[in-house]
Protein backbone atom coordinates (compact mmCIF):
# COMPACT_ATOMS: atom_id res chain seq x y z
CA UNK A 1 0.00 0.00 0.00
CA UNK A 2 1.60 3.37 -0.88
CA UNK A 3 0.24 4.97 2.12
CA UNK A 4 1.85 2.96 4.73
CA UNK A 5 3.78 4.23 7.42
CA UNK A 6 7.42 3.36 7.96
CA UNK A 7 7.82 0.37 10.44
CA UNK A 8 9.49 2.66 12.74
CA UNK A 9 6.32 4.03 14.13
CA UNK A 10 3.87 1.03 16.05
CA UNK A 11 4.09 4.32 18.63
CA UNK A 12 5.40 7.53 18.81
CA UNK A 13 8.73 7.78 20.47
CA UNK A 14 10.70 10.74 22.17
CA UNK A 15 12.83 12.43 20.73
CA UNK A 16 15.96 11.26 23.03
CA UNK A 17 15.56 7.43 22.17
CA UNK A 18 18.54 7.21 19.41
CA UNK A 19 20.66 9.27 22.19
CA UNK A 20 19.66 7.13 25.33
CA UNK A 21 20.08 3.97 22.73
CA UNK A 22 23.77 4.98 22.41
CA UNK A 23 24.25 6.17 26.10
CA UNK A 24 22.84 2.30 26.79
CA UNK A 25 25.23 0.49 24.28
CA UNK A 26 28.33 2.93 25.35
CA UNK A 27 27.21 1.76 29.15
CA UNK A 28 27.49 -1.99 28.24
CA UNK A 29 30.60 -1.49 26.26
CA UNK A 30 32.40 0.56 29.48
CA UNK A 31 31.16 -2.26 31.72
CA UNK A 32 32.20 -5.35 29.98
CA UNK A 33 35.71 -3.68 29.93
CA UNK A 34 35.17 -2.98 33.68
CA UNK A 35 35.37 0.26 34.05
CA UNK A 36 32.10 0.72 35.54
CA UNK A 37 32.18 4.39 36.48
CA UNK A 38 32.10 5.57 33.14
CA UNK A 39 29.41 2.72 32.58
CA UNK A 40 27.53 4.30 35.49
CA UNK A 41 28.07 7.73 34.71
CA UNK A 42 27.10 6.36 30.71
CA UNK A 43 23.59 4.93 32.03
CA UNK A 44 22.93 7.74 34.69
CA UNK A 45 22.05 10.21 31.43
CA UNK A 46 19.01 8.06 30.37
CA UNK A 47 15.41 9.35 31.57
CA UNK A 48 14.31 6.13 33.18
CA UNK A 49 11.15 7.68 34.40
CA UNK A 50 10.31 9.69 31.57
CA UNK A 51 11.07 6.20 29.92
CA UNK A 52 8.83 4.21 31.91
CA UNK A 53 6.18 6.33 32.10
CA UNK A 54 6.33 6.70 27.92
CA UNK A 55 5.75 2.72 28.17
CA UNK A 56 3.17 3.06 30.53
CA UNK A 57 0.43 5.51 29.03
CA UNK A 58 1.82 5.07 25.13
CA UNK A 59 4.12 2.00 24.50
CA UNK A 60 1.79 -0.52 25.94
CA UNK A 61 -1.45 0.90 24.28
CA UNK A 62 0.35 1.13 20.11
CA UNK A 63 -1.61 -1.47 18.54
CA UNK A 64 -4.93 -0.56 19.56
CA UNK A 65 -4.08 3.00 19.29
CA UNK A 66 -3.77 2.46 15.54
CA UNK A 67 -6.35 0.96 14.89
CA UNK A 68 -8.61 3.44 16.85
CA UNK A 69 -6.74 6.34 14.77
CA UNK A 70 -7.46 4.07 11.43
CA UNK A 71 -11.00 3.41 12.71
CA UNK A 72 -10.61 0.15 12.02
CA UNK A 73 -12.07 -2.92 14.75
CA UNK A 74 -10.14 -5.77 15.91
CA UNK A 75 -10.21 -8.45 13.75
CA UNK A 76 -11.69 -11.30 15.04
CA UNK A 77 -9.66 -14.74 15.43
CA UNK A 78 -11.31 -18.28 14.54
CA UNK A 79 -10.01 -21.27 15.52
CA UNK A 80 -6.52 -22.12 13.88
CA UNK A 81 -4.02 -25.29 14.47
CA UNK A 82 -1.41 -24.31 16.27
CA UNK A 83 1.86 -25.82 16.80
CA UNK A 84 2.39 -27.32 20.50
CA UNK A 85 4.68 -25.00 21.48
CA UNK A 86 3.74 -21.32 21.98
CA UNK A 87 7.12 -19.86 22.19
CA UNK A 88 10.51 -20.60 20.69
CA UNK A 89 13.04 -22.52 23.01
CA UNK A 90 16.20 -21.13 24.82
CA UNK A 91 18.06 -22.19 21.53
CA UNK A 92 15.84 -20.50 19.15
CA UNK A 93 15.25 -17.64 20.77
CA UNK A 94 19.10 -16.77 20.50
CA UNK A 95 19.19 -17.90 17.19
CA UNK A 96 16.82 -15.60 16.22
CA UNK A 97 18.40 -12.62 18.60
CA UNK A 98 21.51 -13.55 16.52
CA UNK A 99 20.01 -13.04 13.05
CA UNK A 100 18.75 -9.86 13.88
CA UNK A 101 22.14 -8.79 15.13
CA UNK A 102 21.38 -8.42 18.57
CA UNK A 103 18.67 -5.68 18.32
CA UNK A 104 14.56 -4.78 17.81
CA UNK A 105 13.31 -5.50 14.42
CA UNK A 106 10.82 -3.03 14.99
CA UNK A 107 12.64 -0.11 15.76
CA UNK A 108 16.46 -1.12 16.32
CA UNK A 109 16.98 -0.98 19.91
CA UNK A 110 19.74 -2.72 21.14
CA UNK A 111 18.37 -5.93 23.13
CA UNK A 112 20.04 -8.23 25.81
CA UNK A 113 18.02 -11.70 27.40
CA UNK A 114 16.98 -10.75 30.29
CA UNK A 115 20.01 -13.06 32.02
CA UNK A 116 22.41 -10.96 29.91
CA UNK A 117 20.84 -7.54 31.49
CA UNK A 118 20.77 -8.89 35.10
CA UNK A 119 24.62 -9.56 34.47
CA UNK A 120 24.75 -5.52 33.36
CA UNK A 121 23.19 -4.39 36.60
CA UNK A 122 25.36 -6.50 38.92
CA UNK A 123 28.17 -4.67 37.28
CA UNK A 124 26.92 -1.10 37.17
CA UNK A 125 24.72 -1.48 40.78
CA UNK A 126 21.04 -1.89 40.53
CA UNK A 127 20.38 1.04 42.32
CA UNK A 128 20.78 2.80 39.24
CA UNK A 129 18.83 0.27 37.36
CA UNK A 130 15.88 -0.78 39.30
CA UNK A 131 13.47 -3.12 38.02
CA UNK A 132 10.41 -3.35 40.82
CA UNK A 133 7.26 -4.93 40.25
CA UNK A 134 5.38 -2.19 38.15
CA UNK A 135 5.63 -0.37 35.21
CA UNK A 136 6.66 2.98 36.75
CA UNK A 137 8.89 1.32 39.34
CA UNK A 138 10.75 -0.03 36.83
CA UNK A 139 13.95 1.89 35.17
CA UNK A 140 12.44 2.83 31.53
CA UNK A 141 15.62 1.54 29.71
CA UNK A 142 13.88 -2.37 30.69
CA UNK A 143 11.03 -1.72 28.07
CA UNK A 144 13.54 -0.62 25.14
CA UNK A 145 16.21 -3.09 25.75
CA UNK A 146 15.50 -6.19 27.54
CA UNK A 147 14.77 -8.96 24.61
CA UNK A 148 11.25 -10.79 23.63
CA UNK A 149 10.39 -13.04 20.44
CA UNK A 150 7.17 -11.66 18.51
CA UNK A 151 5.45 -13.78 16.33
CA UNK A 152 5.02 -11.52 12.97
CA UNK A 153 1.68 -13.53 12.19
CA UNK A 154 0.23 -13.63 15.73
CA UNK A 155 -0.12 -16.91 17.24
CA UNK A 156 -3.67 -16.27 17.74
CA UNK A 157 -3.74 -15.84 13.92
CA UNK A 158 -2.26 -19.54 13.45
CA UNK A 159 1.48 -18.05 13.56
CA UNK A 160 3.98 -20.59 13.85
CA UNK A 161 7.41 -21.06 15.60
CA UNK A 162 9.44 -21.18 11.81
CA UNK A 163 12.11 -18.71 11.85
CA UNK A 164 11.16 -16.40 9.14
CA UNK A 165 7.65 -15.77 11.49
CA UNK A 166 9.53 -14.53 14.59
CA UNK A 167 11.59 -11.62 15.08
CA UNK A 168 13.61 -10.46 17.88
CA UNK A 169 11.63 -7.24 19.69
CA UNK A 170 11.83 -5.15 22.38
CA UNK A 171 9.72 -5.39 25.19
CA UNK A 172 7.58 -2.15 23.98
CA UNK A 173 7.25 -3.08 20.64
CA UNK A 174 6.07 -6.47 21.42
CA UNK A 175 3.61 -5.81 23.89
CA UNK A 176 2.69 -2.67 21.84
CA UNK A 177 1.90 -4.83 18.59
CA UNK A 178 -0.15 -7.03 20.77
CA UNK A 179 -2.06 -9.34 18.66
CA UNK A 180 -2.38 -7.42 15.40
CA UNK A 181 -1.00 -8.08 11.98
CA UNK A 182 1.07 -5.47 10.45
CA UNK A 183 -1.30 -5.49 7.95
CA UNK A 184 -4.15 -4.46 10.01
CA UNK A 185 -1.82 -2.06 11.77
CA UNK A 186 -1.21 -0.46 7.84
CA UNK A 187 2.46 -1.07 8.61
CA UNK A 188 5.02 -2.61 6.49
CA UNK A 189 6.73 -6.21 8.16
CA UNK A 190 9.97 -5.48 8.64
CA UNK A 191 11.93 -7.69 6.43
CA UNK A 192 15.06 -10.11 8.27
CA UNK A 193 17.12 -9.09 4.94
CA UNK A 194 17.08 -5.30 5.29
CA UNK A 195 17.83 -5.38 9.38
CA UNK A 196 20.28 -2.64 9.75
CA UNK A 197 23.81 -4.82 11.08
CA UNK A 198 25.60 -3.81 13.97
CA UNK A 199 28.40 -5.58 14.62
CA UNK A 200 30.12 -2.69 17.30
CA UNK A 201 26.96 -4.38 19.43
CA UNK A 202 27.07 -7.69 18.67
CA UNK A 203 30.76 -7.68 19.81
CA UNK A 204 29.28 -6.05 23.13
CA UNK A 205 27.34 -8.91 23.20
CA UNK A 206 29.45 -11.26 22.90
CA UNK A 207 32.07 -10.46 25.40
CA UNK A 208 29.00 -9.41 27.82
CA UNK A 209 28.12 -13.34 27.66
CA UNK A 210 32.20 -14.21 28.05
CA UNK A 211 32.47 -12.56 31.28
Not at 98 to 118: A, I, K
Request: hydrophobic content about 35%; glycine content about 6%.
Amino acid sequence: MANRDPQSVLSPRHKLFSEWASCFTRSVRYAVDGDCASAREEFGKIDGKSLAFWFHTVAQYGGSDRLAVLDRAATARSAVIKSRARMPNSRQTRDILERDQWSCRYCESPLLLRSQLDKFRSLIGEDLFPLGRTNLSKHGAYFLHVATIDHIVPWSAGGTNESDNLAATCHACNFGKDDFTFEELSLDTPSAANHRKNASWVKTVEDLDGL
